[in-house]
């Protein structure tokens, strides 16, 4: 079972979310963002490495391009259907392109209602603190600052966030999937990577959960 970070932003739970806790399974449609687009950049264990082959999936309002990572776990490359996206933003992506990037996998529940739901278990949340400064002196307008944000973990999302926490990082354990952040696991836990799946045999969730913290952490300011 593979081991994805998922960032759930606080405006995304306090519209229309639903609390969760470390053990509970759920379904959410992901998609691979851009990562300096999100709260100004400058993340770090949470990035995700993914490679796979581009589709598009049917849907009742309109084909979804999605990634089938090669190990089986599907997220959503836009948040709309492929006819109302502009056509820089889907660049020269075509179905059946092999595609390799780095981003931010992210809950999207406000996109595209076709957009596919992937179905795990909850093992880590962290509450992410996000920096802000004004934009000018005196404008009253603020902006993220990039990799300004720290991490906090607790056992359940809450439905209102702080006014300096911007939502949570997730860690979702996906079966029939493997990832990056699996491997780190097995390396840290001495198993094998011929047998993947079997990454958390055998840990008690807060074990676990304390193992999970380690591997996502925001980088040492310079």
């Known amino acids: 079972m593979g081991l994805w970070h998922v960032f ?24 691979l963002s851009d990562a300096d687009g999100e709260l100004g950049g400058g993340w770090h264990d949470q990035l995700t490495r993914i490679a796979g082959a581009v589709e598009d999936l049917p849907g009742d309002e309109g084909a979804v391009r999605v990634l089938r990572e090669e190990s089986g776990l599907v997220v959503a490359l836009h948040e709309d259907p492929v006819d109302v996206v502009a056509e820089e933003e889907l660049g020269e992506v075509r179905p059946g392109d092999r595609l390799r990037h780095v981003g931010l996998l992210t809950a999207e529940f406000h996109g595209d209602p076709d957009l596919p739901e992937t179905r795990g ?15 000018a002196p005196g404008s009253h307008t603020r902006e993220p600052v990039a990799g300004d944000r720290s991490l906090r973990s607790v056992w359940e999302c809450p439905k209102w966030f702080a006014d300096a926490d911007a939502g949570v990082i ?20 001495g198993i094998p990577h011929t047998t993947p799946g079997r990454d958390v045999t055998g840990l ?6 304390e193992l999970l913290e380690t591997l996502s952490t925001v980088r040492e300011p310079d």
Do not use: N
């Not at 229309?16 to 806790?21: A, E, I």
């Not at 278990?121 to 934009?135: D, F, N, P, Y």
């Not at 008690?204 to 959960?209: G, I, N, S, T």
């Open 8 to 31: 759930y932003a606080d405006w995304q739970m306090g519209c229309c979310g639903t609390p969760f806790k470390v053990g509970d399974e759920v379904s959410w449609p992901l998609l």
């Open 121 to 135: 278990r909850v093992r880590a949340i962290q509450v992410l603190r996000q920096g802000w400064a004004e934009t």
């Open 170 to 189: 997730v860690t979702l354990e996906v079966p029939g999937t493997d990832s990056w952040l699996s491997h780190a696991v097995r390396e840290a836990r």
């Open 204 to 209: 008690p969730p807060a074990a676990l959960a």
